[in-house]
């Protein structure tokens, strides 16, 4: 019996992360709000700075990608407007880290991140985020899954 994945579209032997709307969503729609609130106030700039905003990070949330290459064994990963997507060997030293920002007892952020070593360099990427570890916590589990 083939395996259900919460967070993974299974297509082949490629695994792609769906999209994540939850935080990035929140982002988007209080720049939206900022934006509408400064045409209103006739404050113009303010209105069209968070619209700009609001834009650009509507734009690098549906750029996005996160795919399991089982075939190459690769994690190819790709994250915000101007960073190439990186192509992470999963046969390399991959350590994954979730870290949360708390502010006055209340969790605004939780991250799920990779650290990888390429080219003799530790380098990091961010493969998730949101607001519960939990989450974070079964992305990891199912990462862990796939890759076995």
Not at 34 to 45: D, E, Q
Not at 49 to 70: P, Q, R, T, Y
């Amino acid at each position: 019996m083939e395996q259900q994945f919460r967070y993974f579209i299974k297509e082949g032997n490629t695994y792609q992360l769906k999209r994540q709307y939850g935080f990035s969503g929140i982002i988007i729609v209080g720049l939206a709000v900022v934006a509408i609130i400064g045409f209103t106030a006739h404050l113009p700039a303010l209105g069209w700075i968070a619209g700009i905003f609001s834009l650009l990070c509507l734009v690098s949330v549906m750029n996005e990608k996160v795919v399991i290459d089982m075939n190459s064994r690769q994690m190819l990963v790709k994250k915000g407007l101007v960073k190439p997507a990186a192509a992470i060997p999963l046969d390399s030293d991959l350590s994954f880290e979730i870290s949360r920002l708390i502010y006055i007892f209340i969790p605004v952020n939780t991250a799920l991140n990779l650290w990888y070593r390429s080219e003799g360099k530790e380098n990091a990427v961010m493969i998730s985020q949101g607001f519960s570890k939990k989450s974070m916590q079964e992305l990891l589990n199912e990462i862990e899954a796939i890759t076995g």
